[in-house]
């Protein structure tokens, strides 16, 4: 493998790894914290596993289908060599537009045909891709979309539980009992939390020989 590049939005992008919490609502921090939180999100980590550089184009607040635009943006500068990640949004985030004539799966599978032939694989981030329509499951090709039921939200929730220790921005904690604010992706992890995301989704990849 040659890189690990990651798409996503600010899950992806790092949000909450900063200390500071004025900076909570602020997507589009100054630019210090913007390359501190980039710099430090899960593909750090990740690529860290495999020793691979790599380039993080997490952008806060974007929706899926501005995922497909990022990855759009700079697909000449991919390479079949490289390990793509692209931890997907909240499904419906700004799906209802009126200007928009798009689903979630013409979303998905026009990412998945952008990068047919490519090294990538997908996962969720705070929500679960499919938990409003399931029905989808078995209509598309997910054959590289990892771990399709479990979110890394999941695994924060668990390992606050098990370890009673915050794994959430500006030491919050048991963020999942805000359950409009959670699922809307309001909260973030912290550094602990990106590093613990980095560990499952590098667990996950090994049933797909990603070594």
């Known amino acids: 493998m040659k890189r690990l590049i990651a798409f996503g939005d600010s899950w992806t992008h790092g949000h909450g790894v ?7 609502e602020i997507g589009r921090a100054d630019e ?3 390359t501190l939180r980039m710099s430090n999100s899960w593909p750090r980590w990740l690529a860290n596993k495999y020793d691979l550089p790599f380039v993080n184009f997490g952008y806060p607040g974007i929706d899926n289908h501005e995922i497909g635009n990022c990855i759009d943006m700079f697909f000449d500068k991919l390479s079949k060599d490289d390990l793509i990640i692209v931890m997907l949004s909240y499904p419906y985030r700004h799906l209802m537009r009126e200007d928009r004539n798009i689903t979630l799966k013409s979303t998905i599978e026009r990412i998945q045909q952008k990068l047919e032939g490519y090294n990538y694989y997908i ?11 399931p029905e ?10 990892v771990e399709i039921d479990s979110t890394p939200a999941d695994i924060l929730n668990a390992y606050e539980i098990k370890n009673d220790v915050s ?10 009992d805000d359950k409009k604010n959670f699922l809307t992706g309001d909260y973030h992890p912290n550094l602990l939390g990106y590093k613990i995301i980095a560990d499952w989704m590098h667990k996950s ?7």
């Open 32 to 34: 210090f914290t913007f």
């Open 123 to 133: 996962f969720n981030s705070f929500c679960a891709t499919f938990y409003s329509e």
């Open 18 to 24: 900063e200390t500071d919490i004025k900076y909570k």
């Open 167 to 176: 794994v959430w921005e500006y030491n919050s904690r048991k963020v999942f």
């Open 205 to 211: 990849l090994e049933k797909y020989n990603v070594v």
């Open 136 to 145: 989808l499951k078995d209509e598309m090709d997910l054959s590289r979309f």
